[in-house]
């Protein structure tokens, strides 16, 4: 099932119906998830300022997957950008890599 997200409201509360749907309690799930229970609190309200990588690990173990959709007209466009910004990383990566070897 798939659902428009475009307010950080909107994902809270699919993240909260979820987690009630696996019978999970907001202790439980931020327990078991390894963050605090206010923090889950505040991604169920739809805090504006949580941390990405918290609310990605909240939504992994709630086994959600964020996906984006390009409009058609971008879409080669993002592609070649992507492609070449991926290229970038594993240059510099490489690069960092062989000067820590010597």
């Known amino acids: ?10 994902l809270g509360t699919i993240i ?21 229970e206010n923090f889950l609190g505040k991604v169920e309200r739809g805090g504006e300022t949580v941390q990405w990588g918290k609310l990605f690990q909240v939504m992994k173990e709630l086994g959600l997957i964020v996906t984006v959709e390009v409009p058609e007209q971008l879409s080669l466009s993002t592609q070649n950008h992507l492609q070449h910004l991926r290229n970038k990383s594993a240059h510099s990566s490489k690069s960092t890599t062989a000067h820590e070897a010597e």
Not at 1 to 10: L, Q, R, T, Y
């Open 1 to 10: 099932m798939k659902f428009e997200i475009d307010s950080p409201e909107k």
């Open 16 to 36: 909260r119906a979820s987690r009630k749907a696996m019978g999970l309690r907001q202790d439980d799930a931020a327990g078991s998830i390894g963050v605090s």
